[in-house]
Protein backbone atom coordinates (compact mmCIF):
# COMPACT_ATOMS: atom_id res chain seq x y z
CA UNK A 1 0.00 0.00 0.00
CA UNK A 2 1.65 3.13 -1.04
CA UNK A 3 1.24 6.24 1.90
CA UNK A 4 3.20 8.78 -0.40
CA UNK A 5 6.40 10.15 -0.95
CA UNK A 6 8.90 7.12 0.37
CA UNK A 7 6.37 5.59 2.44
CA UNK A 8 4.97 2.20 2.15
CA UNK A 9 2.67 0.13 4.37
CA UNK A 10 3.21 -3.45 4.03
CA UNK A 11 0.35 -6.03 4.98
CA UNK A 12 1.59 -9.44 5.76
CA UNK A 13 -0.83 -13.19 5.05
CA UNK A 14 -1.15 -13.17 8.50
CA UNK A 15 -2.28 -9.39 9.19
CA UNK A 16 0.86 -8.04 10.39
CA UNK A 17 1.94 -4.88 9.25
CA UNK A 18 4.68 -2.49 8.63
CA UNK A 19 4.92 0.70 7.92
CA UNK A 20 8.84 2.37 5.83
CA UNK A 21 9.73 5.83 5.98
CA UNK A 22 6.74 8.04 7.37
CA UNK A 23 6.87 11.34 6.24
CA UNK A 24 6.43 14.21 9.12
CA UNK A 25 7.60 17.59 7.34
CA UNK A 26 8.53 18.85 4.29
CA UNK A 27 5.81 16.87 2.25
CA UNK A 28 2.60 18.72 1.88
CA UNK A 29 0.71 16.19 2.43
CA UNK A 30 -0.34 14.83 6.39
CA UNK A 31 0.37 11.51 7.02
CA UNK A 32 -2.41 9.17 7.50
CA UNK A 33 -3.62 8.15 10.37
CA UNK A 34 -2.71 4.15 10.65
CA UNK A 35 -1.89 1.45 13.08
CA UNK A 36 1.05 -0.64 12.76
CA UNK A 37 3.00 -3.65 14.47
CA UNK A 38 6.65 -2.16 12.95
CA UNK A 39 7.99 0.79 11.49
CA UNK A 40 11.21 1.16 9.63
CA UNK A 41 13.30 4.20 9.32
CA UNK A 42 15.97 4.82 6.41
CA UNK A 43 17.72 7.95 8.13
CA UNK A 44 16.89 10.73 10.50
CA UNK A 45 15.30 12.78 7.90
CA UNK A 46 11.73 14.72 8.30
CA UNK A 47 10.29 13.81 5.66
CA UNK A 48 10.98 9.43 6.65
CA UNK A 49 11.21 10.03 10.80
CA UNK A 50 7.58 10.29 11.33
CA UNK A 51 7.63 6.82 13.18
CA UNK A 52 6.00 8.88 16.12
CA UNK A 53 2.67 9.50 14.01
CA UNK A 54 2.14 5.59 13.79
CA UNK A 55 -0.30 4.28 16.38
CA UNK A 56 -0.74 1.04 18.03
CA UNK A 57 2.27 1.51 19.88
CA UNK A 58 5.04 -0.19 17.30
CA UNK A 59 8.77 -1.47 17.72
CA UNK A 60 10.30 1.29 15.71
CA UNK A 61 13.69 0.31 14.06
CA UNK A 62 16.69 2.33 12.90
CA UNK A 63 19.94 1.12 11.96
CA UNK A 64 22.68 2.11 14.78
CA UNK A 65 25.67 0.88 13.93
CA UNK A 66 27.61 1.60 10.26
CA UNK A 67 28.02 -1.98 10.10
CA UNK A 68 25.22 -4.40 8.75
CA UNK A 69 22.76 -5.42 11.37
CA UNK A 70 19.89 -7.48 12.12
CA UNK A 71 16.76 -7.39 14.09
CA UNK A 72 14.61 -10.05 14.71
CA UNK A 73 11.00 -9.13 15.58
CA UNK A 74 7.73 -10.48 16.26
CA UNK A 75 4.50 -9.11 15.85
CA UNK A 76 0.97 -8.89 17.80
CA UNK A 77 -0.06 -11.33 15.25
CA UNK A 78 2.79 -13.93 16.77
CA UNK A 79 4.62 -13.41 13.28
CA UNK A 80 8.74 -13.13 13.96
CA UNK A 81 10.13 -11.05 10.99
CA UNK A 82 14.27 -10.80 10.27
CA UNK A 83 15.46 -7.76 9.29
CA UNK A 84 18.68 -6.73 7.91
CA UNK A 85 19.98 -3.04 8.21
CA UNK A 86 22.10 -2.40 5.39
CA UNK A 87 24.34 0.91 5.83
CA UNK A 88 24.50 3.24 2.65
CA UNK A 89 25.06 6.58 1.86
CA UNK A 90 22.41 8.95 0.97
CA UNK A 91 24.85 10.51 -1.29
CA UNK A 92 27.33 9.69 -3.58
CA UNK A 93 30.24 11.10 -1.11
CA UNK A 94 30.29 8.55 1.44
CA UNK A 95 27.48 10.76 3.72
CA UNK A 96 29.80 13.39 3.63
CA UNK A 97 26.78 15.96 2.40
CA UNK A 98 23.68 14.39 3.54
CA UNK A 99 24.55 11.96 5.75
CA UNK A 100 24.00 8.06 6.02
CA UNK A 101 21.22 5.93 4.96
CA UNK A 102 19.96 2.37 5.50
CA UNK A 103 18.69 0.05 3.15
CA UNK A 104 16.16 -2.45 4.63
CA UNK A 105 15.86 -6.15 3.41
CA UNK A 106 13.17 -8.42 4.83
CA UNK A 107 11.02 -11.26 3.75
CA UNK A 108 7.22 -11.24 3.77
CA UNK A 109 5.14 -14.16 2.58
CA UNK A 110 8.15 -15.72 0.91
CA UNK A 111 8.92 -12.45 -1.11
CA UNK A 112 12.13 -11.03 -0.66
CA UNK A 113 11.45 -6.93 0.15
CA UNK A 114 14.61 -4.16 -0.20
CA UNK A 115 13.20 -0.52 0.85
CA UNK A 116 16.14 1.76 -0.18
CA UNK A 117 15.41 4.95 1.67
CA UNK A 118 17.15 7.91 0.33
CA UNK A 119 20.02 5.83 -1.06
CA UNK A 120 22.24 8.05 -3.17
CA UNK A 121 24.78 6.13 -5.00
CA UNK A 122 24.92 2.47 -7.16
CA UNK A 123 25.46 -0.17 -5.08
CA UNK A 124 29.16 -1.52 -4.06
CA UNK A 125 30.26 -5.09 -4.45
CA UNK A 126 29.67 -5.74 -0.38
CA UNK A 127 26.43 -3.90 -0.30
CA UNK A 128 24.75 -6.49 -3.70
CA UNK A 129 26.55 -9.46 -1.31
CA UNK A 130 24.96 -8.63 1.78
CA UNK A 131 21.37 -7.66 0.57
CA UNK A 132 21.46 -10.73 -2.23
CA UNK A 133 18.87 -10.53 -4.94
CA UNK A 134 15.74 -9.75 -3.99
CA UNK A 135 11.99 -9.78 -5.50
CA UNK A 136 10.95 -6.53 -5.30
CA UNK A 137 12.95 -2.95 -5.02
CA UNK A 138 11.84 0.23 -3.87
CA UNK A 139 14.07 2.97 -4.58
CA UNK A 140 13.85 6.63 -5.21
CA UNK A 141 13.78 8.20 -8.49
CA UNK A 142 14.52 11.80 -7.61
CA UNK A 143 17.98 12.71 -8.10
CA UNK A 144 19.14 16.37 -7.98
CA UNK A 145 22.38 15.30 -6.05
CA UNK A 146 20.09 13.83 -3.05
CA UNK A 147 18.83 10.19 -4.52
CA UNK A 148 19.36 8.12 -7.17
CA UNK A 149 18.40 9.15 -10.33
CA UNK A 150 15.63 7.88 -13.11
CA UNK A 151 18.56 6.47 -14.96
CA UNK A 152 20.44 4.74 -11.40
CA UNK A 153 17.33 3.46 -10.24
CA UNK A 154 17.72 1.21 -13.29
CA UNK A 155 21.22 0.28 -13.04
CA UNK A 156 20.20 -0.61 -9.08
CA UNK A 157 17.41 -2.52 -10.22
CA UNK A 158 19.37 -4.48 -12.67
CA UNK A 159 21.95 -4.95 -9.61
CA UNK A 160 19.88 -6.60 -7.31
CA UNK A 161 18.39 -8.41 -10.18
CA UNK A 162 14.61 -7.38 -8.68
CA UNK A 163 11.40 -8.90 -10.58
CA UNK A 164 9.49 -5.93 -9.61
CA UNK A 165 10.88 -2.27 -8.35
CA UNK A 166 8.74 0.34 -7.25
CA UNK A 167 9.99 4.31 -7.71
CA UNK A 168 9.35 6.35 -4.78
CA UNK A 169 10.52 9.75 -3.31
CA UNK A 170 10.05 11.66 -6.91
CA UNK A 171 9.01 15.54 -7.63
CA UNK A 172 5.25 15.97 -7.01
CA UNK A 173 3.24 19.04 -6.07
CA UNK A 174 3.28 17.58 -2.90
CA UNK A 175 7.21 17.10 -2.90
CA UNK A 176 8.60 20.11 -4.63
CA UNK A 177 12.25 20.19 -3.81
CA UNK A 178 12.66 17.04 -5.44
CA UNK A 179 14.63 17.13 -9.29
CA UNK A 180 13.01 14.54 -11.46
CA UNK A 181 9.39 12.96 -11.58
CA UNK A 182 8.75 9.77 -11.98
CA UNK A 183 7.68 10.16 -15.46
CA UNK A 184 11.22 10.10 -16.45
CA UNK A 185 11.65 6.46 -15.90
CA UNK A 186 11.64 4.92 -19.53
CA UNK A 187 11.50 0.90 -19.56
CA UNK A 188 9.36 -0.83 -21.50
CA UNK A 189 7.78 -2.89 -18.51
CA UNK A 190 6.73 -0.05 -16.93
CA UNK A 191 3.06 -0.32 -15.28
CA UNK A 192 1.36 3.03 -14.18
CA UNK A 193 -1.04 2.10 -11.37
CA UNK A 194 -5.01 3.58 -10.56
CA UNK A 195 -4.94 2.61 -6.97
CA UNK A 196 -2.80 3.32 -4.01
CA UNK A 197 -3.40 -0.93 -2.71
CA UNK A 198 -1.96 -3.29 -4.83
CA UNK A 199 -1.31 -7.48 -3.82
CA UNK A 200 1.39 -9.40 -4.97
CA UNK A 201 0.64 -13.05 -5.09
CA UNK A 202 3.01 -14.14 -7.50
CA UNK A 203 5.97 -12.22 -9.61
CA UNK A 204 5.98 -11.35 -13.23
CA UNK A 205 8.20 -13.43 -15.71
CA UNK A 206 9.70 -10.56 -16.70
CA UNK A 207 11.24 -7.39 -14.78
CA UNK A 208 8.50 -4.64 -14.39
CA UNK A 209 8.26 -1.38 -12.73
CA UNK A 210 5.35 -0.42 -10.99
CA UNK A 211 4.56 2.79 -11.08
CA UNK A 212 2.20 5.02 -8.68
CA UNK A 213 1.95 8.71 -10.35
CA UNK A 214 1.29 11.65 -8.36
CA UNK A 215 -3.15 10.97 -9.24
CA UNK A 216 -2.62 7.96 -6.64
CA UNK A 217 -2.04 10.64 -3.94
CA UNK A 218 -5.47 11.80 -3.56
CA UNK A 219 -7.08 8.49 -3.14
CA UNK A 220 -5.16 8.04 -0.10
CA UNK A 221 -7.34 8.16 2.57
CA UNK A 222 -6.25 10.37 5.99
CA UNK A 223 -7.20 7.48 8.02
CA UNK A 224 -6.77 3.98 7.02
CA UNK A 225 -8.26 1.11 9.08
CA UNK A 226 -8.42 -2.19 9.08
CA UNK A 227 -10.71 -5.07 9.12
CA UNK A 228 -9.72 -7.44 12.42
CA UNK A 229 -11.91 -9.95 11.60
CA UNK A 230 -10.50 -10.96 8.14
Same mark, same amino acid.
Given at each position: ???????????????????????????????????????????????????????????????????????? &?????? =???? !?????? !????? #?????????? @????????????????????? =??????????????????????????? #?????? =???? /??????????????? @?? /????????????? &?????????????????????? #????????? #? &???????
Amino acid at each position: MYLGHSSILIITRKGSRIVIDPYNLKVNRKFPSLEADIVLISHDHPDHNGGFLVKGNPKILRRTSNFLSSFE &IKTQKN =ETIE !FLAIPT !FHDSF #EGKKFGPNTI @WVFNIDGIRVSHCGDLGHTLK =ENHIKEIGIVDVMIAPVGGGGYTLGPK #EFLVVM =EQLK /SMISIPIHYKTSFTT @WI /SSSVDEINYPGKE &IFQDYEITIQTLPQLPKIFVFP #EEIWNKIPN #E &ITFDETS
